[in-house]
């Protein structure tokens, strides 16, 4: 048995039994894997008409229809596309390079088949040429789609996942980069170089070595989990720009009312009362002080309580109360909450505070 034959049909099998795994493997990412299960399963149909075509002119087997140059790429695109939860219309119409060149292919299939001679002619060599060329072209386009579709993807992942390791698609990217490599050298050689056996094994090699890393890394992350979203993160970020509207408004509000009516005055101020002198919900209030780096309400009541004692301090016509009489005026309701919370927030006593002073 010829030795192309049996590496043809070994690689057929190997590449059907990696679809099904994909294709039928139960996990949370069982949608998405389908994309290269396809992948696969269209690779060992072209592998497998490889072996078939073994003992057929190689001009007519150049027409083999069952290449699929412009339909497998499209399948890693539309996986990194559903790995990163973006949204594309009409992904139909990708296919739609992929049935031409199975079409095209056939009808000259057919047409070598019957006119053998047809395969030699100046037209023929050169429709190969250039549908090499083009194959290349398409692939190398549909890899840099498929690396820019990762690069947001990468964007994505801390969004959804705390720990990204082992989630990114970086041996995709790797795969990508190299495949692209791979064809514009191929398209050079094509061009530039002229036929040879060391070319054609050292493009086969590179071949099988990107086939059993693209292999490997399908496998590896069959049960990672990895899907972000769009739309999630955009929708995400348009509420984060909603709340710091909000955020903006409301603490202008509160900052008002604190500095222009000075609410902090009134010892038994409370968050709702607070809530109802600004015109704003006070779970609204409380999350907008949290915001502005205060613990809670009191706090930020307290604090500029403790900012007008101080002033009351410094003041000349103050001068003469004591220290209780002070801390009322400033909107405390007891020496021992004005006491605690003066050392919290100065992080200094009150008496030590006069001792500064004078």
Known sequence: MD????FYLALGIQSLIVALILLF????KQKVNKYLGFFFIFLSIELFSYTLMQDVDPYIASYNPFRFNFLNMVFIYLYAIKTSGIEIRNKYWYYIPGILEFCILSLFFIKVNETPDLVYSYNSIMFLYSYIISCSIFIVYM???TLL???SHTTFLPFFYTDTKYKSLLWLTIFCIVFIAYHIIAVLSVIVLPDTTYIT??????????LYYFTIGSLMQINIVNITSKSKVESSKRKQEENKEIYKRVSKAIEQC?????????PDMTLKAFAKKVGEPSRLISKTINEMEYKNFNMYLNHYRVEEFKMLIESGKY???????LAKEAGFNSRASFYK???DIAGISPSDYFESLN
């Open 3 to 6: 030795t192309i034959f049996v």
């Open 25 to 28: 493997y139960k996990s949370k």
């Open 143 to 145: 890899c840099i789609k």
């Open 149 to 151: 579709v990762i690069r």
């Open 201 to 210: 094994t050292a493009s086969d090699s590179l071949s099988l070595l990107l």
């Open 258 to 266: 604190m500095l222009g009516e000075k609410a902090f005055l009134d």
């Open 319 to 325: 001068q003469k109360y004591s220290n209780t009489a």
């Open 341 to 343: 919370n003066f050392k």
